[in-house]
């Protein structure tokens, strides 16, 4: 299983990798927002996932 973290506005990746991480310290990590678009994250725990957005959509 691969996760990814990232930003269903403009798709930046903020962690991808096959190791349970914790979403909310990427968030702090990245100051609450997406460094690209400024988005502000927020946490979707049922998805593992940002915003999150299935892929193949
Ligand atoms: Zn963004």
């Known amino acids: 299983m691969t996760i990814r973290i990232y930003?269903?506005?403009c798709g930046f990746i903020f962690y991808r990798g096959d190791e349970l991480t914790n979403p909310q310290e990427i968030i702090k990590?990245?100051?609450?927002k997406c460094p690209r678009c400024y988005k502000p994250l927020q946490l979707n725990p049922k998805n593992i996932k940002?915003?999150?957005v299935?892929?193949?959509k």
Request: charged fraction near 40%; hydrophobic fraction near 15%; aromatic fraction near 8%.
């Open 50 to 52: 940002i915003m999150g």
């Open 29 to 32: 990590k990245y100051g609450g």
């Open 7 to 9: 930003c269903e506005r």
């Open 54 to 56: 299935e892929e193949g």
